[in-house]
């Protein structure tokens, strides 16, 4: 359902509970210091955890939406990643307080007779609540949780023992990777698949759904690449070499903005890197390019960058503005 | 809770409207944020945040059933629908993907040396006549020189370009008279598109032979391939010849916005974005609903067309304020939907975007001053807005 975009909230949490699920998998329980109720949020929804100053990562609620009094997130470490997951599982200690925005849902569930849920890994988050509200629904619906081994796959026994019959756990390393062949093999009349998970999952799932019906398949993205606008939030400098001033990007807004706050007159139109519009010349720096649209050969010439959704992986960029 | 759905009996198809569509517009965003159109037994958003909503969500306010009047459920579309723009995901993310790879950033940016020549070559010509049309002379030359090139579409025919536009953009609207001369200005051309568009007479190193290399590599079919092309040439010649103009005419027609843009050509970029918020050539676009949906209190029902009105939203003034109607061309316009938003913005617009900024720039250094000689003389279209003839007289400066 379409409704005007809600009240966005800045909460400051304190987490009671962290506890290990499975490997490299900690679940955060956020509850507010004086027992209030949380806000409102819907299967699929997700929020912003502020974790540092420049430091902002995105996490799907994976409680239940009726425990008002709580909100519950997964992290998986990644040991690849700038350092969101690592400061989750290494920094963070009960008892701490947690700045929280949102939540925000751009991963709702629609209505429908049947469900296929496809889950990888972490990616079992956002679906887990959807779970209990198709059930609650009364739909048909199924779930196949791939993941890497048995014991990095979280709520694996929760999800077994709740939904038995309905739920099948895919370890790669026991069974290799899920035969989506044959669980998306026929497209049915009012039946919803959503997927979550990594881009190689997603990318195969969408493949295997071109033969179903328009609007069957949900994924948590349309038209930027997975998780191209993703990844960690960190404050830079840019300087505009026409000018010779210097601004300070926080972690919370992007480059384009702070160009255009500035009142410096800059082209923009899609703001989610795919239109190609705000494309600016790169004079120095690294940028940290989450664009859709540049090649990885024009991405790694560092000469140019999409400013509306791309950020610095140098303290510095000298931009042609 | 009982809400009243506004309904208005007007025909936005109708010469009235299209001749000039702003009271309306008006009458539309402040009759409400979903308005039934009685007419056609659809539904209309004129106001930017509903707009702009209902583009960015492609699963609900579906492309496949056609982005015009006409469903495709229930009604044979006009020729085969477009992979692009007649497309929902996951079918259209594939294609729409291969064709952002052809228009890449660094391909786009060769373009530039020869987009420059002619811009340059036709601005020379206009200040040495004087007196010249926009259209005629410049809107409708320029991008016929440099788009088919880019194509790489053969050098005779050309000309036909122009009435499949037409009829393209007339399709989306009602089967009223516009549509029916257009269809009957188009029928001799719509074999030489289809000829255009298969690999034999496309020159190797045009956008068109990257689309058929695109089929090589298998990211779509060879079957996809010619349809590719059609859309670019469907939606690459048009648009532009009515941007420029729309953009020339607007601006002549505000004497202090050229003056600043001439002291200033670098303005030209931010001219022309600011001219498509306030004269956009593509004016609607149709979606029809996937399921039954609530925006603002009106609950719509699946299968529902809904004509969005690009240019209304973009004069909205609860999203651009009071002097919404105003051209500015300082202003802040990023944001404006004339190229749609979301998963089917125009694939192409880094492209017009470089022509149109080029020849703006190129008259802009030239020309101090833009007379108008005599009222600009609409040309009606179902989607297009824009102008068969505007007269102007070049007073050139330094």
């Known amino acids: ?321 | 809770m009982i809400t009243t759905i506004p309904v208005l009996d007007d025909d936005p198809f109708g010469d009235e409207i299209l001749t000039d569509p702003y009271p309306f517009h008006q009458r539309l965003r402040d009759s409400g944020p979903v308005v039934h159109l009685r007419r056609y037994g659809i539904w209309a958003m004129g106001r930017y945040a509903e707009v702009h909503a209902a583009l960015t969500d492609p699963a609900t306010f579906c492309s496949s059933r056609g982005a015009g009047l006409s469903d495709f459920h229930r009604e044979k579309p006009w020729r085969p629908p477009s992979l692009l723009l007649e497309a929902d995901p996951p079918t259209h993310t594939a294609t729409r993907k291969a064709m952002s790879a052809v228009i890449a950033p660094r391909t786009v940016r060769r373009f530039r040396e020869g987009f420059t020549a002619s811009a340059e070559s036709i601005a020379d010509e206009l200040v040495a006549r004087g007196e010249f049309d926009a259209v005629t002379d410049l809107a409708e030359r320029y991008p016929l020189q440099v788009f088919p090139d880019i194509v790489g579409l053969p050098a005779d025919g050309r000309e036909n370009l122009l009435p499949y536009g037409g009829l393209a953009f007339n399709a989306f609207g009602p089967r009223n008279a516009l549509l029916e001369e257009a269809l009957a200005a188009a029928a001799p051309v719509q074999e030489w598109i289809w000829k255009s568009c298969q690999r034999d007479a496309l020159s190797p190193d045009g956008l068109g032979a990257s689309i058929w290399a695109a089929a090589d590599a298998g990211d779509i079919t060879h079957e996809q391939a010619p349809m590719l092309v059609r859309s670019l040439l469907s939606a690459g010649v048009d648009t532009t010849v009515h941007g420029i103009a729309n953009t020339v005419a607007a601006l002549a027609a505000h004497p202090e916005q050229w003056a600043a843009l001439h002291a200033d050509p670098t303005l030209a970029k931010f001219a022309f974005d600011e001219a498509l918020r306030y004269a956009g050539p593509v004016q609607t676009f149709f979606r029809t609903t996937t399921r039954e949906v609530e925006v603002a209190g009106t609950v719509i029902g699946e299968g529902e067309k809904v004509l969005l009105f690009l240019a209304a939203a973009n004069r909205d003034p609860r999203k651009w304020g009071p002097d919404a109607d105003r051209l500015d061309i300082t202003r802040r316009a990023s944001g404006h939907v004339a190229f749609g938003m979301g998963i089917h913005q125009c694939v192409g617009q880094p492209i017009a975007r470089l022509e149109i900024e080029l020849v703006l720039t190129a008259l802009a250094r030239r020309i101090a001053r833009l007379e108008p000689l005599g009222d600009p003389v609409p040309k009606l279209n179902n989607t297009l807005k824009g102008w068969q003839s505007v007269p102007l007289r070049a007073h050139a400066g330094g």
């Open chain 1, 1 to 321: 359902m379409q409704t005007a975009p809600h009240h966005e909230y800045e909460l400051d949490l304190v987490l009671d509970k962290k506890e290990t699920l499975a490997d490299g998998v900690v679940q955060l329980t956020l509850r507010s210091a004086d027992g209030a109720d949380l806000p409102e949020w819907e299967p699929g929804a997700h929020i912003d955890l502020v974790l540092t100053d420049d430091l902002v990562r995105q996490y799907s609620l994976c409680g239940d939406p009726a425990e008002r009094s709580v909100l519950q997130v997964a992290v998986l470490r990644e040991p690849a990643g700038r350092g969101g997951s690592a400061h989750v599982h290494d920094t963070l200690a009960e008892g701490d307080t947690v700045h929280v925005r949102g939540p925000r849902n751009h991963f709702a569930l629609v209505a429908a007779v049947r469900y296929v849920f496809v889950a990888g890994g972490i990616g079992i988050t956002p679906i887990l609540p959807m779970l209990a509200q198709a059930e609650a629904a009364g739909a048909d619906w199924r779930l196949v949780y791939g993941g890497r081994t048995r014991s990095s796959m979280a709520f694996r026994d929760r999800l077994e023992q709740a939904y038995p019959g309905k739920v099948t756990v895919r370890p790669m390393d026991e069974v290799g990777l899920l035969d989506l062949p044959t669980i998306l093999a026929e497209p049915g009349a009012d039946v919803a698949v959503y997927c979550c998970g990594p881009e190689p999952l997603l990318a195969a799932v969408e493949e295997q759904c071109t033969r179903w019906p328009q609007g069957a398949l949900h994924l948590e993205r349309f038209a930027p690449k997975a998780g191209a606008t993703d990844g960690p939030m960190e404050s830079f400098e840019i300087e505009l070499s026409r000018s010779g001033t210097t601004l300070a990007v926080p972690a919370d807004r992007s480059i384009l903005d702070v160009v255009e706050a500035s009142g410096v007159q800059v082209l923009s139109s899609c703001q989610e890197g795919t239109c190609g519009t705000c494309e600016t010349a790169v004079l120095d720096g690294v940028p940290d390019h989450r664009d859709s649209l540049l090649t990885d050969e024009e991405q790694a010439a560092n000469d140019t960058m999409m400013i509306c959704v791309s950020r610095s992986c140098s303290a510095r960029l000298v931009l042609d503005l």
